[in-house]
T-cell receptor
Framework: AQSVTQLGSHVSVSEGALVLLRCNYS??????LFWYVQYPNQGLQLLLK??????LVKGINGFEAEFKKSETSFHLTKPSAHMSDAAEYFC?????????????FGTGTRLKVLA | DTGVSQDPRHKITKRGQNVTFRCDPI?????LYWYRQTLGQGPEFLTY????????KSRLLSDRFSAERPKGSFSTLEIQRTEQGDSAMYLC?????????????FGPGTRLTVT
């Protein structure tokens, strides 16, 4: 069965510091993985996606993620945090075996950026 | 793209009442998904439409829940005899056909509060 695990429900970083949000996946087939961001009382916005074309994926707002098959990980990073990055971040895997490609989400990581 | 829209954005209802939510997907998207998100959790899949056909329903979707997508355009999600446990954010997403690489675009959600 497809699943993702996000380690750390809350992460705090100082403005200008490195952001690292962790996601590990479990998949019976080569996975397609996604990172979404959610601001308060809003829907989810796609940051980036991994579709097997390249292991290092660049997304919007300076975020990137690296797919590591050996570690079954897809961690999200940003070199320098900005106050506007404060939000909740979700990792998701596409459920290809079901044929519907519905997403299976992690429980989320709330990022706090300290001035 | 005008984006995915949902109506209403907020709904407060008393236990036992029926409620209906509407989702308008991006016009050329033939796939439509409903998810439910409770506080501190990632979104959980409820149901999936391809065009007008409802192809998958989660076990989370009790008999009190029904969804439709007439003519393969907008979709409605109805909850009958609401319970306090139904309080959540209901998210709609749409995507193009194209396998698991086709990302989902989310609406702003409908926040339901059952008193």
């Amino acid at each position: 069965a497809q699943s993702v695990t996000q380690l750390g429900s809350h992460v705090s970083v100082s403005e200008g510091a490195l952001v690292l949000l962790r996601c590990n996946y479990s998949s019976s087939v080569p996975p397609y993985l996604f990172w979404y961001v959610q601001y308060p009382n809003q829907g989810l916005q796609l940051l980036l996606k991994y579709t097997s074309a390249a292991t290092l994926v660049k997304g919007i707002n300076g975020f990137e993620a690296e797919f590591k098959k050996s570690e079954t990980s897809f961690h999200l990073t940003k070199p320098s945090a900005h106050m506007s990055d404060a939000a909740e971040y979700f990792c998701a895997v596409s459920d290809a075996p079901s044929g519907t490609y519905k997403y299976i989400f992690g429980t989320g990581t709330r990022l706090k950026v300290l001035a | 793209d005008t984006g995915v829209s949902q109506d209403p954005r907020h709904k407060i209802t008393k236990r036992g009442q029926n409620v209906t939510f509407r989702c308008d997907p991006i016009s050329e998207h033939n796939r439509l998904y409903w998810y439910r998100q409770t506080l501190g959790q990632g979104p959980e899949f409820l149901t999936y439409f391809q065009n007008e056909a409802q192809l998958e329903k989660s076990r989370l979707l009790s008999d009190r829940f029904s969804a439709e997508r007439p003519k393969g355009s907008f979709s409605t999600l109805e909850i009958q005899r609401t319970e306090q446990g139904d309080s959540a954010m209901y998210l709609c997403a749409s995507s193009r056909a194209g396998g698991q690489a086709s990302e989902q675009y989310f609406g702003p959600g409908t926040r339901l509060t059952v008193t």
